[in-house]
């Protein structure tokens, strides 16, 4: 049974593996690390999660590398950039990089805080999206079966 009827926000999208793997989104309204505990030869549910709150600090260095993520995407996708600059565009990098380090272990979800879910992602509709590669996605969590 699911928690909320409602779907909720996918803010960053970290691993990408036939569908959202780890990165941030809500549960319950506030902002969640997620990683699926979906591996090769594993016999787990591919869409079974592990959830932990996100540290404020941590949420907002995330959304702000995401943002830098998102402008290259656009470029790339629009033709004026070179892949080689992956994964910002040039003005955007020394501060890619300064929030690669700050973020250096901190993405990881707190084992002493989990919860365990299951998510169903469809695409959202944002109108702040370029229109341009990765779609926006929102997250329906509920109780594993």
Not at 3 to 22: H, K, L, N, Q
Not at 70 to 95: K, M, S, V
Request: proline share 6%; glycine share 6%; hydrophobic share 40%.
């Amino acid at each position: 049974m699911a928690d909320s009827a409602m779907f909720e926000i996918v803010y960053t999208c970290t691993d990408w593996y036939d569908g959202p793997r780890a990165g941030i989104a809500n549960y319950c309204g506030q902002p969640h690390l997620f990683a699926s505990e979906w591996a090769d030869g594993r016999e787990l549910d591919s869409d079974t999660f592990l959830l932990s709150p996100a540290p404020m600090d941590v949420f907002e260095l995330a959304l702000e590398d995401w943002q830098i993520w998102r402008r290259w995407e656009t470029a790339f996708h629009l033709g004026q950039i070179n892949p080689d600059t992956h994964p910002a565009l040039p003005e955007d990098l020394r501060r890619h990089e300064e929030l690669t380090n700050l973020l250096e272990g901190r993405l990881l979800v707190d084992e002493a805080a989990t919860i365990r879910k299951r998510a169903d992602f469809q695409v959202r509709v944002d109108s702040t999206w370029s229109g341009q590669g990765f779609r926006p996605l929102e997250v329906l969590w509920s109780d594993p079966v």
